[in-house]
């Protein structure tokens, strides 16, 4: 094999923080020269050479080969190329070795299946959560009634207090079930846009950039809650022969949650943690909408 002497004909896709280790010896090592000289004591250096020394294992990959050979042999898509690949390999990698950030490995599996990308075990596992992750994208994007509030990526001190990874986990009872599972990718989207929007619409303080941190609708009980209450809300409606992907439809049924204590001195959640917790306030929200069931009949 050769690599052209050229910028850019290899790139590190994994593994900075072991490169940039050796270049701090070899620093540190030209600093102790600089001050000691070589006439000191062997062991010193040999310590040095040694770490200069130390082998690590390289995987060198031909992202592009590779994108030719799998786009006419496996069939995939014709618009796969390296950087699939690449991204593709640093997921495994990543996932078999040090975990790679929860929200950001849904982010990357995503990304992995919507290239073509199929056969990886821990991706095809939880097939579903590839499914939510570009409508999590959609209500977090422009106009979307997440807009700015979901950490993608999972990078600590963005101010975005909703990790993907806990609002895709919370979708599961929805993605579990059949009636929803037989949508389109489209209609999936609008239901969860239309119950998010009149959510914010209801109680619009709690998705506000200045006084969320007040409440606890946006952290973790309160999106899990919300989530697991959706599939009971289109069950409601599919019951009730109520179109669910109309946003004006879900008001009389969630409603109530604008009289609810959210605030996080006070409200009812602030005691409750954990998956007892989720239950305990999923059923408190049934109850609040069984209580709009009666008013409305």
């Known amino acids: 094999m050769e690599l052209p002497i050229i910028p850019g004909s290899i790139a590190l896709l994994d593994g900075q923080q072991r490169t940039s280790g050796f270049e701090v010896v070899f620093q540190e090592f030209k600093e102790f020269i600089k001050n000691n000289g070589f006439d000191v004591d062997n062991g010193i250096i040999e310590q040095y050479y040694e770490l200069f020394n130390f082998e690590l294992p390289i995987v060198l990959i031909n992202s ?26 640093f997921f495994i990698i990543n996932k078999t070795q040090k975990a790679v950030n929860a929200s950001l490995k849904d982010e990357l599996a995503y990304k992995t299946i919507s290239a073509g990308i199929r056969g990886i075990p821990v991706i095809e596992k939880e097939l579903w959560r590839t499914e939510v992750v570009p409508i999590a994208n959609s209500l977090n994007g422009e106009q979307g009634p997440l807009e700015g509030l979901i950490n993608l990526g999972g990078v600590p001190g963005l101010k975005k207090p909703i990790q993907l990874n806990g609002f895709v986990t919370s979708l599961k009872s929805l993605f579990s079930n059949e009636h929803f599972t037989s949508l389109t990718a489209e209609k999936k989207r609008e239901f969860l846009h239309a119950y998010w929007g009149m959510i914010r619409e209801i109680i619009p303080e709690t998705f506000d950039k200045e006084s969320y941190n007040k409440f606890l609708l946006t952290k973790s009980i309160g999106i899990y809650s919300l989530n697991n209450l959706a599939n009971d809300i289109f069950n409601h409606c599919l019951n009730r022969h109520v179109d669910p992907f109309l946003k004006e439809n879900l008001r009389s049924y969630l409603y109530p949650l604008k009289n609810f204590d959210w605030s996080i001195e006070t409200s009812p959640f602030a005691i409750l943690a954990g998956k007892k917790g989720v239950k305990r306030a999923k059923e408190m929200m049934i109850e609040l909408v069984k209580v709009a069931e009666v008013n409305e009949a």
């Open 64 to 89: 592009i080969k590779i994108s030719d050979k799998v786009r006419t042999e496996k069939k995939l898509p014709e618009d796969i190329d390296p950087t699939d690949i690449e991204r593709a390999f």
